[in-house]
């Protein structure tokens, strides 16, 4: 007896996309068949979708919860939490949110994980992962020699900046004597090192540099997080994972420079990885002349018309592999308070929207095949960070983590039709597609638009595959 049966619809499994009906019983996928064939198992539900498009739960390797913002130490303002943040995930049919457990001076690695999981553990709906995370200029030798065993407990990936952003916010740097010392530990453990790259020389001179011309406003974000800084410090990591033989995985691609760097890389063998955020692909620096301009701001910074043309160019190409958000999910008087390069606040609220901008982005205006799309939302994430084939694939034995897309649901957004913030930087987009259920490990979470289900999410082990480590594989 299955749990669920969904048929009829157009499921996008890796070997394409076609009628399919879907049978689930303790969680996982249990069977895909052919409506033609009939005659599926008894089933304690069945759902008929009819002919809507079923792909797997999005998997957004990329968000941030309960972070006090930087530019607002003294205040406390910190963003959303897993609560809020994996509500609004799971209504846009994102199944898994990965976020940073910081380790601070003093701990023993095993307890920054433990303290960021404490956070999510019962409060989620989508399950999760951590990357272990690194904002001191030193990582002290004892710590380093803890990878491998956080390794071998699940802890497939961790982060790292080569910039502390602005010349305001507390250090988040490590050298790049720290860094290489990571990547050795991160590599020989068998796990994936992403990258915050910028090139901090570079950033803080051109801060200097506008301040004493008096161009501090937003416009100017992409002076100071510039492409110079983004090609130079591509190259750095890039060398630096080459000479050590560590997998990389460059977050949040924002210009052409980047681009040429991966694309560079990858031409070469080297396993390298890139993540664009779909408002990178979408919005350009002039937008920060908006009102209200800052909502569509993230660190490094928009860029022009050439760089996010690059963006979308790459991921046809398969030069980049993902769309993340970078959420940082606050309401709009939040986002909105810093009003000059030195404070603007970075991330945003997308993680709702993610899924329907890819669709309709890729898929509606740019012709992005649907195993293409599955590999931007799902896929290439949950191979790069560990997580598939039990995440990012509908395939027999997979987790049952599933999105439905109603593809004749084309509609204009608006934030209140929305779960994350009082604001959306996609106010009045017009999406392509509209997710319509969500299905976490068997359970149907998310159905017409209300939630069902209680937080189910649970911390997910991650192991990097060896074909992942050691090539372009995705
Ligand atoms: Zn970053
Ligand atoms: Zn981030």
Redesign the pocket.
Known sequence: MLDLLLTNGLVVTPSGARRLDIGIAGGTIVSLTAPEFGNPAEARRTIDLRGQLVVPGGVDP?VHTNSVLPTAAESGIMCFGPDRVSEGAIYGGTTTLVDFAHWQPGDELSQSFARKSAEWAGSSFTDYALHGTFKEPEIPFEVLEQIPDAVAAGHGSY?V?MTN?TPTRPRQKTDLGNMWGLMEQTAAAGAML?V?AEDDDIVMYSYKRLERAGQTGLEYMSHAHNNLSEKLSFQRAITLAEHVGAPIYL??VSAREGVDAIRDARGRGLPVYGEVLPHYAHFTAEDYRQENGAIYH???SLKSADDRDSMWDALLEGVLSTLAT?GVCTDLDVKTRGKTIFDAT?GHAGVEMRMAVAYTEGVSKRGLDLTRFVDLTSANAAKILGLYPRKGAIAIGSDADLAVLDTTDARRVTASDLHEADYTPWEGYEVAAWPSMTVLRGQVVVEDRELKTGPLGVLQEQRVSSDVRSRPAC
Do not use: S
Request: no cysteine; charged share 15%.
């Open positions: 990329h982060k900046w952003t992403a915050h977050m949040h993230t660190y490094p970078d970075g």
